[in-house]
């Protein structure tokens, strides 16, 4: 065995790519390069033989089974016959069996690198005029995904506590990080339900050196604690947050800065918290500077609110209280990503039996997002528009809408396509729709099946019985 090359790997991309590119709907062969994913499997070492399901093929099969409205490992293998014969070589069997297992084997941050390099290639492309006041807003926000409920998964992310054993399903938080100017998915962590605060925070410390010093955090007020702070300022990092509500806020102290925005010290809390080392405590410093603004929400026929946002933007010149006031705003882009990503991406249930393939499932599910928001960009570059403007469920309609016409196009033809498709996607435009308020609730009655009290396993044994 040894490892394949990477111009191996890229001339394999380049014989899959258009075959499931075409299965998927999506123009990728300017999205993800073969290039992209050859370096993906050679920094994490795969080892790949020339068989059916080599790392290449594996992994542009996932991506198309994802896309999917039939996200079955049935239809994925059929898609991989229909490759195969494209190329002129004999078929492989229908059985999912060794499909499934070969998705088993390919590394996790193969994955991993994919997404991170697809959001990484095309934000270095982006106008400086799509940035904050030359910083880089990025948008943190968590979720949780929930899985078939098998032992294996239950292991490694059980079920919350409040739910009777057999009665729940494993349930996963994830904590995502994406661009405020183009909505790319950039980092991903996993973690079990240990609580309602406690994995949220330990995973937004591993996401601390992700973050580059042009970059500026926005996130909930979960995350607005003095270490978590202070650690992000060691960095260079910026944020902008709402004040923990443990927290008091006083107006009359510290250095007034404008109505309902002064600069106040945080002194550092006498204890070492327990995820940190002393050596790391000693040495960071005995306070803050921290810049409190209060923010107004007014919505007709309702009480006039009132937020504080956090933020480490001292200079009132650069960074005067109301453009702050507009950018904490924008933080609500981080439900509409997840949404996208879970619901127009459909991945509110997983399918994966396995931890691993679970995470890999959002892994890929997060791939095919960023592709979609890849293309959304160019569309805005193009056009001189800005790519929060684009609906993303508007150009996923159109993608598979010019999919016939992609693939059966002659090479010359393309770039009149691309332009064409372009052009169908700005027409679906999101409107600025500040202050909706939507309820939460279902008009459509569900169907009247009676609730499973017990686990599958005992009520079908039950039934049998009663037969």
């Not at 494993?170 to 406690?198: D, I, N």
């Not at 702050?324 to 609500?332: D, G, N, S």
């Amino acid at each position: 065995m040894r490892h394949c090359k990477q111009g191996s790997h890229a001339r394999q991309m380049n014989r899959i790519r258009q075959q499931f590119a075409q299965a998927d709907g999506l123009p990728f062969s300017d999205v993800l390069s073969p290039e992209t994913v050859a370096q993906a499997l050679q920094a994490a070492g795969v080892r790949d033989h020339q068989r059916v399901y080599s790392a290449a093929t594996v992994l542009w099969a996932f991506l198309s089974q994802v896309m999917d409205d039939d996200q079955s490992c049935r239809a994925t293998v059929m898609r991989v016959i229909a490759y195969l014969l494209s190329e002129g070589r004999k078929p492989c069997s229908s059985e999912t069996g060794a499909y499934c297992v070969a998705r088993a084997l390919l590394p996790e941050a193969v994955f991993a690198e994919c997404v991170r390099q697809t959001a990484l290639s095309q934000e270095a492309q982006i106008p400086p005029e799509w940035m904050w006041k030359e910083l880089h807003p990025k948008l943190l926000d968590g979720t949780t995904a929930s899985m078939p409920d098998t032992e294996k998964s239950q292991a490694e992310y059980p079920q919350p506590s409040s739910q009777k054993k057999g009665l729940g399903f494993p349930l996963m938080r994830v904590l995502a990080v994406f661009s405020l100017a183009t909505g790319l998915l950039h980092e991903l962590r996993f973690s079990a339900f240990k609580g309602k605060y406690q994995s949220e925070l330990g995973m937004f410390r591993e996401l601390w050196d992700t973050f580059d010093p042009s970059d500026l955090v926005l996130a909930d007020r979960l995350f607005c604690s003095w270490f978590e702070l202070a650690m992000l300022q060691r960095r260079g990092v910026n944020i902008v947050m709402p004040l923990h509500q443990r927290r008091d806020v006083d107006f009359r102290r510290g250095k007034r800065l404008g109505p309902g925005d002064h600069v106040v010290e945080w002194p550092k809390p006498s204890q070492c918290p327990d995820w940190m080392d002393q050596a790391t405590y000693d040495e960071l410093p005995d306070k803050l500077l921290m810049r409190e603004i209060r923010v107004k929400i007014e919505q007709p026929g309702f009480r006039t609110e009132e937020i504080i946002v956090v933020t480490t933007l001292l200079d009132v010149e650069k960074y005067p209280a109301e453009d702050v006031r507009q950018l904490y705003r924008a933080r609500w882009n981080a439900e509409l990503d997840l949404r996208s990503l879970k619901e127009t991406m459909h991945m509110d249930v997983l399918r994966g039996k396995s931890p691993d393939i679970v995470r890999k499932e959002i892994w890929m599910h997060a791939l095919a997002y960023n592709l979609i928001r890849t293309v959304i960009a160019q569309a805005a570059l193009t056009h001189d528009i800005l790519p929060r403007t684009i609906s993303f469920k508007g150009t996923l309609q159109a993608l598979k809408a010019f999919q016939p016409q992609l693939a059966e196009a002659a090479p010359a033809e393309l770039p009149r396509l691309i332009v064409a498709l372009w052009k169908a996607m700005v027409t679906h435009r999101v409107a600025d729709r500040p202050g909706r308020v939507e309820p939460r609730a279902k008009k459509r009655r569900p169907k009247p099946y009676p609730l499973l009290m017990q686990p599958r396993a005992e009520a079908r044994i039950a039934l049998c019985r009663k037969a």
